[in-house]
């Protein structure tokens, strides 16, 4: 069984523990931190005192600190959650079954005659079919995707260990605008990501628009995860639920508005269809938001580090 001397060992034998913590990092030691607190290892003192010693914390190595203490069983237990989970079920819905039916709908044939139940079958047994195929492929490639990027070195293979025999030759004056884009790209997803402070952001910033050569450059990003960082994503607020329900609000008072006068034109028609699929489509996908929030809240959201 692993002692709690163990989880030092790791981190101080992890080649990326120089690395600046994420926001994503953070929440991760803070949910372990509490189920230490369920379990009775830590005091309530104790657990604010962590926490707080967790949004203070600017590298990996330093989080692991927070930890050192804890049987490593707990450590990185609780998987951070998708902020977005339930959202995207909602979508998942939405995709495989409502798009499918309207697609239904749209595509039978009018004709003088009613149509046969398997004529109705065959139509959304097709429809359906190409959505789910489109939809798994779809999943297939997004998850090789993310397993290719998280197999990319730790570095950029334009970057140059500081102080290298290499370095000295590495001026490349005609390039040296593309490497600053680069870094300046990794230093924007770091602050994104709460690596980064916005001191520090701009301090770095103006430090890349000085340098003068890749050696540089590679200096600025050495404690980063250059290539490896994903885009933030922000989690859910009420605002974004408030507007899902004035959405869903506004198509209703569209559908009735349209029922209730029975125009009869082309245009009005195609704006019922368009609200009937927002009324039909919003709800869910607000549903799936309110959800998200409500499970952000309960677990206490993400403080940004002072």
Sequence with gaps: MAGPGDNAATAAGRGDSHLRASHADREQVIGTVKEAFVQGRLTADELDARVDQVYASRTRAELAEVTVDIPSVLVGARPRRDP???TKTAWVVVYALILPGLLTLAALPGGPGPLTAGEVATYSGVAYAVFWV????????SRLGKRSVGQLPPQSAWMI????????????????????VQVTSTFKAALGEGRLTGDEYGERMGEASAARSRAELAALVADLPVGRMNVPTRPPTRKDVRVGVGVSIAAAGVVAAIVLSNPDNGLAFMVFILAAVTLLVTPIVTVGMKVDVRRQKRSGGSRPPD
């Design 84 to 86: 977005w989970r339930a």
């Design 161 to 180: 260990e500081p102080g290298s025999d290499v370095a000295a030759d590495a001026e490349d004056g005609h390039l040296l605008p593309i490497y600053r």
């Design 134 to 141: 489109l939809g798994v492929s779809v999943m297939v490639a």
